[in-house]
């Protein structure tokens, strides 16, 4: 796939989810409030020879979108080409935005606030609903860890400035710990399992469908998901100078993949069966995952701005960021 990190998922880092947009593909994306793109027509003509490197992971919308091609036959009429571009989870696809490497790319909440301490220059450009069941907390079937509370002195694996990094932040806080309660251990999704099967990590925090299928090929048991503590919220995020230069291209992905949502949607055992041979789970796992996940992207309002600065001044608190920093001027 393009030069990029290639693996079964059962080994290799992703983080999901899907999406759709307004009032579907025929109203078109035009009206809405969306920072750069907000004043284009939804089928404005790209400039031609413009290129469209999107950043994906191996799991969620983008994958059914590069499968069915659509994107590639609205772009090609407008001069525009297409470029896939797999990273294993969020942190490392921002870090390639960083680099330069692709222009666009989904993530989870807790990346773009990483990503913007370190200077990285991307703006948010949509979202999708909430989907709090779709990370947890968990530990293995025998484990004596029942509640959060029982995680005090204990090691906990999870992907550094991942969307689940929040997630156990204030899953901890709602129990009435510190960050420094814990004995946190950085690692990626597939580094993380190995750790969590072969017991060197109390617990591990990871989103789906690693989720779904620790739940279903190791028993794993969840000790709290993201229900009444987090949003579980993805992003989509630009690179600043690519939305200011090509706001019609942008606006072209996020219309198609509004059509991949909406039909995604409502055909779960459809997406679950196209994705398994591509992502290396079985179907039965990844309805479950499928069935957690948020459907929409939406506009960034200001309600969504308030709730990544809520991310971002938690993180500043515990100094696991730089100083404080203002996600209003990624909007």
């Known amino acids: 796939m393009n030069d990029t990190p290639h693996a079964d998922l059962e080994t290799t880092p992703a983080n999901p989810r899907r999406r759709q947009w307004l009032h579907g593909a025929a109203a078109g994306l035009a009206g809405l409030a969306l920072g750069p793109l ?6 404005a003509a790209a400039d031609s020879g413009t290129r469209l490197r999107v950043g994906f992971q191996k799991y969620g919308n983008f994958v059914v979108l590069k499968a069915r091609g659509t994107l590639e036959k609205r772009l090609a009429s407008q001069g525009v080409t297409v470029q896939w571009l797999e990273f294993p989870a969020g942190p490392q696809l921002l870090e390639g935005l960083n680099a330069g490497a692709i222009d666009v790319g989904t993530v989870g909440e807790t990346p773009p606030i990483f990503a913007q301490a370190g200077g990285v220059e991307f703006v948010y450009i949509g979202n999708e ?13 025998d484990s004596p860890i029942r509640t959060v509370a029982q995680l005090r002195g204990k090691k906990v694996a999870f ?21 420094a309660d814990i004995q946190p251990i950085y690692l990626t999704p597939a580094d993380a399992r ?10 591990w925090v990871i989103w789906d469908p690693y989720l779904a299928a ?15 503590l987090v949003r579980n919220t993805q992003y989509y995020l630009a ?7 090509h706001p019609q291209v942008l606006r072209a992905l996020l219309d198609e993949v509004d059509a991949v949502d909406r039909w995604a949607r409502d055909h779960v055992p459809e997406v679950a069966a196209q994705l398994s041979p591509l992502v290396g789970l079985d179907a ?10 948020g459907y929409g992207v939406q506009p960034i309002t200001d309600a969504t701005v308030a709730y990544q600065q809520s991310i971002a001044d938690a993180f500043s608190t515990l100094k696991l960021i730089p100083g404080k920093l203002s996600v209003a001027s990624a909007r």
Do not use: C, M, W
């Open 214 to 228: 620790a739940e279903r090929q190791l028993g794993a048991r969840v000790v709290a998901n993201g229900e009444g």
């Open 129 to 141: 609903p909430p989907a709090p069941q779709g990370e947890a907390i968990v530990v293995l079937p």
């Open 194 to 203: 190995a750790a969590f099967v072969q017991r060197s990590v109390d617990a």
């Open 38 to 43: 907000a004043a284009v027509p939804a089928r």
């Open 239 to 245: 690179a600043r100078k690519y939305a200011a230069a």
């Open 284 to 293: 039965p796992t990844l309805e479950v995952a499928l069935k957690r996940a």
């Open 159 to 179: 992907n550094k400035g991942s969307n689940v990094h929040y997630l156990l932040v204030k899953a901890l806080e709602h129990a009435g710990l510190t960050y």
